[in-house]
């Protein structure tokens, strides 16, 4: 009987993203991407003035890699090169210090707003190791399943995490909503059923704000929660650790359902994001649906070992 379930889950989960991929969001195609700035400093190394490095220096400041008082000026200073090594390590890019081409390139790309150090303790994983192996020259930690895992948490104390009580969850859509009604109810009903599948973890739809645990949302620039957003190509979405349930999209990206070029697969975000909602971190594994990019006109729904692995360690599995 639970074989024939599965089986039916199986066969619903790629009926329906098979439906989606055939529909197409509604966005402003002719727009200027959000991070096109970066472009402009690409090839800058300590000791530049250059214009527009500030904003750089913003960018890397929104995801944690420096501090507030570092980013109002144009010099290309020691504070600046030791935030892109970080971000170097972070996603696995030769640690030169410099604005080279593969680094504006990872950085160009459209991305969850959620930092990737938060509050100066949060490190994704890939630069945590090489960090431990430069300083202690040990090997990098390998897992039961055979690989280095690179999944992290929000790294408050303690770690945010749904209560055990609190294993069934509501989610809602609210009228922000700007996707096809008929193609988002599955659509996040299949998100939410393949984190299901690997947590103990159950999800129900309803259409009760004041009984939804969490809540999905569309809104346009500043939208009053101090995080706002930038426009087509830039930040894509940004949710809330546990307990709080807020999922925000940027309801000016060009969303669709599916892979279309040079659009946004709502899908892989609503992946992604739910896994914020639920506890996780970034992952430095660029398979895995926590890595924090995502590339235009591409789909990641298939949660990754390391995805699986990182929720399993935070709230066990039976």
Same mark, same amino acid.
Request: with cysteine; charged share 20%; aromatic share 12%.
């Given at each position: 009987?639970?074989?024939?379930?599965?089986?039916?889950?199986?066969?619903?989960?790629?009926?329906?993203?098979?439906?989606?991929?055939?529909?197409?969001?509604?966005?402003?195609?002719?727009?200027?991407?959000?991070?096109?700035?970066?472009?402009?400093s690409e090839g800058c190394?300590?000791?530049?003035?250059?214009?527009?490095?500030?904003?750089?220096?913003?960018?890397?400041?929104?995801?944690?890699?420096?501090?507030?008082?570092?980013?109002?000026?144009?010099?290309?200073?020691?504070?600046?090169?030791?935030?892109?090594?970080?971000?170097?390590?972070?996603?696995?890019?030769?640690?030169?210090?410099?604005?080279?081409?593969?680094?504006?390139?990872?950085?160009?790309?459209?991305?969850?707003?959620?930092?990737?150090?938060?509050?100066?303790?949060?490190?994704?994983?890939?630069?945590?190791?090489?960090?431990?192996?430069r300083l202690l020259g040990?090997?990098?930690?390998?897992?039961?399943?055979?690989?280095?895992?690179?999944?992290?948490?929000?790294?408050?104390?303690?770690?945010?995490?749904?209560?055990?009580?609190?294993?069934?969850?509501?989610?809602?859509?609210?009228?922000?909503?700007?996707?096809?009604?008929? #193609?988002?109810?599955? #659509?996040?009903?299949?998100?939410?059923?393949?984190?299901?599948?690997?947590?103990?973890?159950?999800?129900?739809?309803?259409?009760?704000?004041?009984?939804?645990?969490?809540?999905?949302?569309?809104?346009?620039?500043?939208?009053?929660?101090?995080?706002?957003?930038?426009?087509?190509?830039?930040?894509?979405?940004?949710?809330?650790?546990?307990?709080?349930?807020?999922?925000?999209?940027?309801?000016?990206?060009?969303?669709?359902?599916?892979?279309?070029?040079?659009?946004?697969?709502?899908?892989?975000?609503?992946?992604?994001?739910?896994?914020?909602?639920?506890?996780?971190?970034?992952?430095?594994?660029?398979?895995?649906?926590?890595?924090?990019?995502?590339?235009?006109?591409?789909?990641?729904?298939?949660?990754?070992?390391?995805?699986?692995?990182?929720?399993?360690?935070?709230?066990?599995?039976?």
């Amino acid at each position: 009987m639970a074989a024939t379930q599965s089986s039916l889950l199986a066969f619903f989960v790629l009926l329906v993203f098979s439906l989606l991929s055939q529909s197409h969001g509604h966005g402003e195609a002719d727009r200027p991407e959000a991070f096109q700035f970066l472009r402009q400093s690409e090839g800058c190394h300590k000791g530049d003035r250059v214009k527009g490095l500030n904003q750089v220096k913003r960018y890397l400041q929104r995801f944690g890699y420096l501090d507030h008082h570092n980013d109002d000026d144009d010099d290309f200073d020691h504070h600046l090169e030791s935030a892109i090594k970080t971000y170097q390590l972070n996603y696995n890019l030769k640690e030169t210090g410099s604005l080279d081409v593969a680094t504006v390139k990872q950085m160009m790309l459209p991305r969850c707003g959620v930092p990737d150090i938060i509050k100066g303790e949060t490190w994704m994983r890939s630069g945590k190791e090489k960090k431990e192996k430069r300083l202690l020259g040990v090997s990098g930690r390998k897992t039961t399943l055979g690989f280095s895992s690179h999944y992290t948490f929000f790294n408050n104390t303690p770690t945010p995490k749904w209560p055990p009580y609190k294993m069934h969850l509501k989610y809602v859509l609210d009228s922000t909503v700007p996707v096809d009604d008929l #193609l988002m109810h599955p #659509l996040c009903y299949v998100a939410f059923a393949r984190w299901a599948a690997v947590s103990n973890f159950t999800f129900e739809e309803t259409q009760d704000l004041s009984s939804a645990d969490i809540r999905f949302s569309f809104f346009k620039g500043d939208h009053g929660d101090g995080n706002p957003f930038d426009g087509p190509g830039g930040v894509l979405a940004h949710a809330y650790a546990p307990i709080d349930g807020r999922v925000h999209f940027d309801s000016e990206e060009r969303w669709t359902t599916g892979i279309r070029a040079d659009w946004i697969d709502t899908a892989s975000v609503a992946m992604h994001e739910i896994g914020h909602l639920l506890g996780l971190g970034h992952s430095s594994e660029h398979g895995a649906v926590m890595f924090p990019y995502i590339d235009v006109g591409s789909q990641k729904v298939n949660l990754h070992p390391d995805d699986i692995q990182g929720i399993q360690s935070l709230y066990g599995i039976h």
